[in-house]
Each structure stands twice: as structure tokens, then as C-alpha cells.
């Protein structure tokens, strides 16, 4: 089994910065792909950065220039450095690891529990 654990959510003024950490624990041969969603309430939820285990990253519009995905495979952690944030921005935010246990079985996805973000002065 893997576990997922956010950490580095809270409270923030218009304009400032957040890093959001994701550590991956238990049964790890590689971990491939990880991400970053949010998910306000009533709506779907959003993809906000993904980082491949190259280290190559995608983000969405809205976030571009703003935020920073990267990781740390020898702490099979990944990280969302988040700056020049805005009200806009405040969600739940979920972190997402496609993990391979051992050689021989296929990737699973696994999804921590979120960590809350609220920018508001």
C-alpha cells in the first residue's frame, strides 16, 4: 500500500506565497507521473501542474507564471511552490502519484487527502 501526505496548506494574504509538500510512503518501486489538482466545492475538480519523473512539467493557464511544480525523487516527495496567489486560488488541494509497487505489477494511482488553501486578506 501507498500513502500520500500534503502538508504546507494555510491561511494567506492576496500577493503571497504558499509551498505545498506531497510525500509518497509504503510499498515504492518507481513513482512515474505526480500532480497537483484543486477542487473548490460544487465544481470539478481542476488540474493545476503535473511533473513526469524526468522532471518535465505542464500547468494550467491559470496558474502559469505563478506556481512551481518539482520533486524529489530520492524523498519521493513533490512539491507546489505558490506565489503571487490570489483569492481565486483558495481550495482544497489534492496531491496524485501514478506508483509502481514492484517490477512486476502495473501502475496504480494514488491520491492524498488534501491540504486547505485560503488567500484572503
Known amino acids: 500500500q501507498v500513502q500520500l501526505v500534503e502538508s504546507g496548506g494555510g491561511l494567506v494574504q492576496p500577493g503571497g506565497s504558499l509551498r505545498l509538500s506531497c510525500a509518497a510512503s509504503g510499498s515504492i518501486f518507481t513513482i512515474n507521473a505526480m500532480r497537483w489538482y484543486r477542487q473548490a466545492p460544487g465544481k470539478q475538480r481542476e488540474l493545476v501542474a503535473v511533473?513526469?519523473?524526468?522532471?518535465?512539467?505542464t500547468y494550467a493557464d491559470s496558474v502559469k507564471g505563478r506556481f512551481t511544480i518539482s520533486r524529489d525523487n530520492a524523498k519521493n516527495t513533490v512539491y507546489l511552490q505558490m506565489n503571487s496567489l490570489k483569492p481565486e486560488d483558495t481550495t482544497v488541494y489534492y496531491c496524485?502519484?501514478?506508483?509502481?509497487?514492484?517490477?512486476?505489477?502495473?501502475?496504480?494511482?494514488?491520491w492524498g487527502q488534501g491540504t486547505q488553501v485560503t488567500v484572503s486578506s
Open positions: 496524485n502519484a501514478d506508483v509502481r509497487s514492484i517490477p512486476t505489477m502495473p501502475v496504480r494511482q494514488y
Open positions: 511533473i513526469t519523473s524526468s522532471g518535465s512539467t
